[in-house]
């Protein structure tokens, strides 16, 4: 068994846009980088944060890892991590992305090998202490962190891009102020009820099944037999691609709207 991933929160950035330091500029009463900190507690993951010597840091219940002073990158942070964290994988994820949950920072710790949680995305990503050639030659060009990724052909997990969103401008600090009194995505309210009753959330492709399952049924019948098809699926003995066959029979063919 490998050894269990650790979260490291990135800080060492300038945070020039921002007005002032990232990790201690406060959403909602909290500061910036304890946003991750506590997706990582209720994960029940061990986290630790990565910053330079000269950054602001409100009072931690975690470790801190100095980086070196240069250079400053967003890759600086992920490969020092990855030298001090004795060959576990490290699930790095930025202090100014206070919308990373713990559903999503567990789904990346559990995953095997490179993974991000969307492909256009650098962090937060799983990375292992494999990747450390990779990430040193492009550390040293300077390359964008995006190049890195693609070059480790990472796997995507998926998560919704408001999810990702980060922190850069005063602007972003209010606008994250505002997102998290709207309701949740799709995608996270499914994540999170799967977490509720200990389930993984479905996959897309389980999504998609389902999603042209209930389709199938409310075209063939009436609304309400949308879900009722799909709870009669979900209880059922057969794979959800063979009760949609069922139904596409039973409805008189698959030529139905796409949901």
């Not at 009194?181 to 993984?200: D, K, M, Y």
């Not at 897309?204 to 399952?213: S, Y």
Request: glycine share 8%.
């Amino acid at each position: 068994m490998s050894a269990p991933a650790l979260v490291a929160v990135l800080a060492g950035g300038r945070g020039r846009r921002l007005g002032g330091a990232k990790p201690v500029a406060e959403l909602e009463g909290m500061p910036l980088v304890e946003w991750p900190l506590e997706a990582a507690r209720e994960a029940g993951l061990e986290a630790v944060v990565v910053a330079k010597a000269s950054t602001p840091l409100p009072p931690l219940a975690v470790p801190v890892w100095i980086e070196p002073d240069e250079p400053t990158h967003p890759l600086a942070g992920l490969v020092f991590a990855l030298e001090q964290a004795d060959g576990r994988p490290v699930v790095a994820v930025a202090c100014d992305m206070p919308h990373v949950g713990p559903e999503l920072l567990a789904r990346l710790a559990a995953a095997d090998g490179i993974a991000a949680a969307r492909l256009d995305h650098p962090f937060p990503g799983r990375y292992e202490p494999s990747a450390l050639p990779v990430l040193r030659d492009a550390l040293a060009r300077e390359a964008p962190a995006r190049e890195a990724l693609a070059a480790l052909q990472a796997a995507e997990l998926g998560a919704p891009r408001e999810a990702l969103l980060g922190v850069n401008t005063p602007g972003e600090l209010a606008a994250a102020a505002r997102l998290g009194t709207v309701p949740p995505s799709a995608e996270q309210w499914i994540e999170a009820l799967a977490a509720a009753l200990g389930q993984p959330p479905p996959t897309a492709e389980q999504q998609e099944v389902v999603l042209k399952l209930a389709s199938v049924a409310a075209h063939a019948s009436e609304r309400r037999a949308a879900p009722i098809a799909c709870w009669l699926a979900a209880n059922s003995e057969i794979s959800l691609d063979e009760a949609l066959v069922l139904a596409q029979e039973l409805s008189g063919g698959p030529d139905v709207p796409d949901p």
